[in-house]
């Protein structure tokens, strides 16, 4: 059993910045997916990277303002997100595939309860 916590979020103003992080215990070797749910809206897929860290997949809404890496020997995937705007308030997930084709196919087996990120105008 893999358990994922994210951590990182807050209260900024626009303009700012925050990293996120997703930690993971157990097997850590997946494919890691951020996504974010803003209040009465669906849950947004945000950004994917592989096991390797080699191959990144992001929204256009967030391209340019958002990277994705991970340090696989801390089991850890952050998401930088810059030039925060008020319309990425919304709570951050982290999720696991198996394999990127499962990514793909939508087929995620952990997720992280998320974290909460408010910006103000």
């Known amino acids: 059993q893999v358990q994922l916590v994210e951590s990182g979020g807050g209260l900024v103003q626009a303009g700012g910045s925050l990293r996120l992080s997703c930690a993971a215990s157990g097997r850590t070797l997946y494919t890691m997916v951020w996504f974010r749910q803003a209040p009465g809206k669906e849950r947004e897929f945000v950004v994917a990277v592989s096991w390797s860290g080699s191959t990144t997949e992001y929204a256009d809404s967030v391209k340019g303002r958002f990277t994705i890496s991970r340090d696989n020997a801390k089991n850890t995937v952050y998401l930088q997100i810059n030039s925060l705007k008020p319309e990425d308030t919304a709570v951050y997930y982290c999720?696991?595939?198996?394999?990127?084709?499962?990514?793909?196919?939508?087929?995620?087996?952990?997720w992280g309860q998320g974290t909460q990120v408010t910006v103000s105008s």
């Open positions: 999720a696991a595939a198996n394999r990127w084709n499962d990514y793909i196919s939508h087929k995620y087996v952990y």
